[in-house]
């Protein structure tokens, strides 16, 4: 049986500098992976005073660690139309790039006790209905979601690596793109009639406080539609995708 307790720290790009690359955005609150790792610390620490030691470790070794990394590293940096990372990386560096951050980051929650991480991958980014306004509504962005796959592909095998060299850790890579793709491509099965657009306002640009009850245009029922918003789904969407999560890549560590 699943035991749901648990902590979310945030979500938050890979990269340690997004935050300041968009100091003057709306998504200047975020915060960087490794402040989340400081906040691992502090909650370790909360933790042993109120477990004890030996009990504390135990808990930070079972529990299930679920990172999701990358989407918003290429939608809202690499890809903006107000980054000038394209001038520093090329695609494939760039995902070399997030790839050895997210190494990195893997090999400190482990120092810190983490046994069992579990990565939902990226979805295919190139069907979020802010990239296909791109194609004007025609279809899904190819390019973006062929980023999808490398990366995943490249988190694969660091995770092979990792779990070769790395004493006692489980490693899981969710194959959610192929999943998420086939929700796209067959709504019907899953109960949606609209994928292409999110649910609040116009549902091609729009997210995060841009969308509430009173966003012109926005639709009566959201179980109709994937998406939210022009990137985030709805809460139906969420619950069919946790629900694969926790029937496929995440058993494995029960």
Same mark, same amino acid.
């Given at each position: 049986?699943?035991?749901?307790?648990?902590?979310?720290?945030?979500?938050?790009?890979?990269?340690?500098?997004?935050?300041?690359?968009?100091?003057?955005?709306?998504?200047?609150?975020?915060?960087?992976?490794?402040?989340?790792?400081?906040?691992?610390?502090?909650?370790?620490?909360?933790?042993?005073?109120?477990?004890?030691?030996?009990?504390?470790?135990?808990?930070?070794?079972?529990?299930?660690?679920?990172?999701?990394?990358?989407?918003?590293?290429?939608?809202?940096?690499?890809?903006?139309?107000?980054?000038?990372?394209?001038?520093?990386?090329?695609?494939?560096?760039?995902?070399?790039?997030? !790839? =050895?951050?997210?190494?990195?980051?893997?090999? /400190?929650?482990?120092? @810190?006790?983490?046994?069992?991480?579990? *990565? +939902?991958?990226?979805?295919?980014?190139?069907?979020?209905?802010?990239?296909?306004?791109?194609?004007?509504?025609?279809?899904?962005?190819?390019?973006?979601?062929?980023?999808?796959?490398?990366?995943?592909?490249?988190?694969?095998?660091?995770?092979?690596?990792?779990?070769?060299?790395?004493?006692?850790?489980?490693?899981?890579?969710?194959?959610?793109?192929?999943?998420?793709?086939?929700?796209?491509?067959?709504?019907?099965?899953?109960?949606?009639?609209?994928?292409? !657009? =999110?649910?609040?306002?116009?549902?091609?640009? /729009?997210?995060?406080? @841009?969308?509430?009850?009173?966003?012109? *245009? +926005?639709?009566?029922?959201?179980?109709?539609?994937?998406?939210?918003?022009?990137?985030?789904?709805?809460?139906?969407?969420?619950?069919?995708?946790?629900?694969?999560?926790?029937?496929?890549?995440?058993?494995?560590?029960?």
């Amino acid at each position: 049986m699943w035991d749901y307790w648990g902590v979310t720290v945030t979500i938050t790009p890979i990269e340690p500098t997004s935050s300041i690359r968009f100091s003057n955005h709306w998504w200047k609150s975020v915060i960087p992976l490794w402040k989340q790792v400081e906040f691992f610390k502090e909650y370790q620490t909360r933790l042993v005073s109120y477990l004890g030691v030996d009990r504390a470790k135990e808990t930070i070794s079972e529990a299930v660690y679920a990172i999701s990394i990358a989407t918003n590293d290429f939608i809202e940096n690499y890809f903006a139309f107000t980054s000038n990372r394209f001038l520093e990386f090329t695609v494939d560096e760039y995902e070399d790039y997030l !790839v =050895g951050l997210t190494r990195e980051f893997i090999i /400190e929650i482990y120092n @810190l006790g983490a046994r069992k991480i579990g *990565f +939902t991958g990226m979805s295919a980014m190139g069907c979020l209905p802010m990239e296909r306004s791109r194609n004007f509504m025609l279809e899904c962005v190819q390019d973006y979601n062929k980023v999808a796959r490398d990366f995943n592909t490249k988190v694969q095998a660091m995770c092979e690596e990792l779990g070769a060299t790395l004493p006692g850790i489980q490693l899981k890579v969710a194959q959610l793109y192929d999943y998420f793709l086939h929700i796209i491509q067959n709504p019907s099965l899953y109960g949606f009639e609209n994928v292409e !657009v =999110g649910c609040c306002a116009t549902g091609l640009f /729009e997210m995060g406080f @841009l969308c509430n009850q009173w966003s012109p *245009f +926005t639709c009566t029922d959201a179980t109709k539609y994937a998406f939210w918003d022009a990137v985030h789904p709805t809460e139906k969407m969420s619950r069919i995708i946790a629900d694969y999560l926790l029937n496929t890549t995440f058993l494995h560590f029960i």
